[in-house]
């Protein structure tokens, strides 16, 4: 199976919660770009998530080619602060 996700929680690999609480939406909020009705839209290769039960970023394996500068400002923002990464 192709794994197509990486799935960022908001839980370092000890077990805390990651501050500050609203990270997953400002990397969105980054990543994202405002359309002609003035609001903000999220990239659809990076959006904030509910997954089993728990918000997280999911950043869709596209990203890497389609802008690999933010694909690996997102990886080493995860890695700089230890969160829990998987793919799906």
Request: charged share 30%.
């Amino acid at each position: 199976m192709l794994e197509k996700q990486l799935i960022i929680e908001s839980v370092n690999e000890d077990g805390r919660k990651f501050r500050p609480s609203d990270w997953i939406e400002r990397i969105s909020a980054v990543m994202g770009s405002f359309g002609s009705d003035h609001r903000l839209h999220y990239n659809k290769s990076v959006q904030p998530k509910m997954v089993n039960g728990e918000k997280c970023l999911v950043v869709d394996s596209c990203l890497e080619q389609e802008d690999p500068a933010g694909y690996r400002y997102i990886i080493k923002f995860a890695e700089e602060n230890q969160l829990r990464v998987y793919r799906q």
